[in-house]
DNA sequence: TAGATTGTTAATCGATTAACAATC
DNA sequence: TAGATTGTTAATCGATTAACAATC
């Protein structure tokens, strides 16, 4: 993939929410500017990316929602479904278990998995726990496609690994350490801790220029 | 701030953290090429990186850890505290309230906050809750410097409203909605689900082409 | 010394923005 | 028509990488 299409795919997910409200709304036309306004870039931005897309509007009436919409929909194959499994079920893989409940229809966690024997073969907010001894098989034979990691740092690497071997072809990891995965694999990283130490940096770096 | 230092902040902050284990365990130098490794990007960047942070080495021997960290820190400001509030005690702001107990000792969360009296002045994971009425004016009394959004995406906009009404200068942000804040102060946006849904993206992509 | 690494400049690469004719 | 917006190219901007002399 080129390099720039992680961040254009991330435009376009936000593209498609509003055009998704305004499509309810009933409005039949979305202009440049209120999707720029709406994601937080330029407007000329919006157009590349839809240029891109081959999603074409014309002058003063601006894109018709409705081709808008199937036109993104068939490129993010919106009908498709996407089977995800949790490994660590502590405080945040709960919360992202109870938040998904039904929340996303074209993504579904379908198992989540913990070391802790005592949690195993339990169910929280309607996803099954197994222990972490059965991810391999289970995400082979379900042919899953997207893993999440939430647990602590120094596993990470070993479940990523696991995952991987399983034939996972993209992985979520929150766990605070950078894990190496092959070119094959897409890799997103969310560190909550980084983000929140890089913002208490510039708050205190503003405070301290006033 | 340069555009650029928030990506070279996250480095820092990461290079910090392979030296600080080192210097840990007694380590003297280390390479461009190890802190590459750790934070995954190449030599060269980090070279670029240090240069700007005028942190200096010496061929063969690498980088000395003591002045490093030193340098770094100061840089940093690692012995600052900062304070912080946290906005939403659902799923997700527990999972932070309960993580941060003591791992990281130059940020505080101070206080919650959540709009249901249920759960005001309680504590949980040693934080106190409040209602969510009290929120601006113990912002402005506490002088807190940074605000973690875990409500809903219907409320986010208003609560950043207040907080930075409050005097806050860093706001970081779960909620699934991008909001609006002045220049002055610093904006991290987190969007769980948004991540989740682009590794599927991808991984379904990925997984097509083979 | 030989070899590896730093410091630093230049080159590359790519994303974002500006600009403007065409268009409704 | 007048005015605003699209489609598209060119310009800008900035981050990353390459390259290599200096250095230990």
């Not at 919106?78 to 089977?83: E, I, L, V, Y």
């Not at 740092?153 to 991987?164: E, G, T, V, W």
Request: charged share 30%; net charge neutral.
């Amino acid at each position: 993939m080129r390099k720039s299409e992680n961040k254009a795919i991330e435009r376009l997910l936000k593209y498609l929410e509003y055009v998704k409200n305004k499509k309810a709304e009933g409005q039949n036309y979305v202009f440049s500017h209120e999707l720029a306004d709406f994601v937080g870039v330029t407007p000329a931005q919006v157009r590349q990316d839809l240029m891109d897309f081959k999603i074409e509007g014309t002058p003063q009436k601006g894109y018709p929602v409705e081709s808008f919409f199937d036109e993104v929909c068939s490129h993010l194959k919106c009908d498709s479904r996407t089977k995800i499994v949790l490994v660590g079920v502590g405080n945040l893989g709960k919360a992202i278990l109870s938040y998904f409940v039904k929340r996303k229809p074209n993504l579904e966690i379908v198992a989540a998995f913990d070391s802790d024997q005592e949690k195993s073969d339990r169910i929280y907010s309607g996803t099954k726990i197994l222990n972490v001894s059965e991810l391999y098989n289970f995400v082979k034979k379900e042919r899953v496609k997207v893993g999440i990691i939430t647990t602590p740092a120094d596993s990470a690497q070993d479940i990523a690994d696991i995952l991987i071997k399983a034939g996972i072809r993209g992985i979520v990891n929150f766990a605070p350490i950078t894990i190496k995965v092959p070119e094959s694999v897409f890799l997103e990283q969310i560190d909550i801790t980084l983000s929140i130490e890089k913002t208490a940096y510039f708050a205190e770096k503003i405070a301290g220029e006033k």
